[in-house]
C-alpha cells in the first residue's frame, strides 16, 4: 500500500530578510507559508516544522488543517529540520512509504506541483523523485522509506544532496520555467520577483 505524505520546512529565521518574515510576505493577498500549506492539504497529510509555538507563522496557519513539529529554538537549518521531520512522522504515522520535501519560500510550487509527485510516487514507490526546471534541479523531492534513516542523521544546513547524489534509483520530476529552483530570500529578490 503506498501511503504518501508532505513535510514542509519552515523552521529558518529569514536572517537575510533585514528584520522581515520572507514566509509571512503575501501574494495576492495571501502569505506565502499559507499559499505553500493549503497547496500541501489539498493533496494529502501534512506536516510542516515552525521555530516555536509563539512565532508569527504559527498564528498565521490557524485555519489550515496540517501537523505542526515545533523545533523550539534548536537547530532550524535545512538538515536538522528535515531530520526533526521524518522522526516526528515516523513517531505519528504509520506505513508511510514517501514522504515529499517542501522548502517553504519557493512561491511557484502550488497544488497541482504536488499532486504530480504524490502520483509519481505510485509509479515508483521504490525511488527518490527530484523536480527539475529549465534552470535545473530543485525542489521538491520526494524520498521513499528507504532513506528514512539517512534523512534523520542529518545535521545544520546539510540537506539531503548527498542522498541524491549518491542513489542509484532517482527519478527527475521535470517542471515548467522556474517552479524547482526560485526561491526568495531577500526583500530585494521578492521587490524584483513582484516586479518582473
Partial sequence: ???????????????????????????????????????????????????????????ALSAISIQKIFLNKRNTGMGASIAEGIKYIQDNETNVTGIIIIPADMPLIDSKTIKAFFKAHSKFPESIIQAADDNGSGHPVLFPLNYFNDLMMLK?????????????????????????????????????????
Fill in 156 to 196: 545544520n544546513e546539510t540537506g539531503g544532496k548527498k542522498i541524491i547524489k549518491t542513489a542509484k534509483n532517482t527519478k527527475v520530476l521535470k517542471l515548467e520555467g522556474s517552479i524547482a529552483t526560485l526561491d526568495l530570500d531577500t526583500p530585494d529578490d521578492w521587490e524584483n520577483w513582484r516586479n518582473k
Fill in 1 to 59: 500500500m503506498i501511503k504518501c505524505v508532505n513535510l514542509i520546512l519552515s523552521a529558518g529565521y529569514s536572517t537575510r530578510m533585514r528584520g522581515a518574515d520572507k514566509l509571512l510576505e503575501k501574494i495576492d493577498g495571501v502569505s506565502q507559508i499559507c499559499r505553500i500549506a493549503k497547496a500541501a492539504a489539498e493533496n494529502g497529510v501534512t506536516y510542516m516544522t515552525l521555530p516555536s509555538a509563539d512565532h508569527p507563522r504559527e498564528r
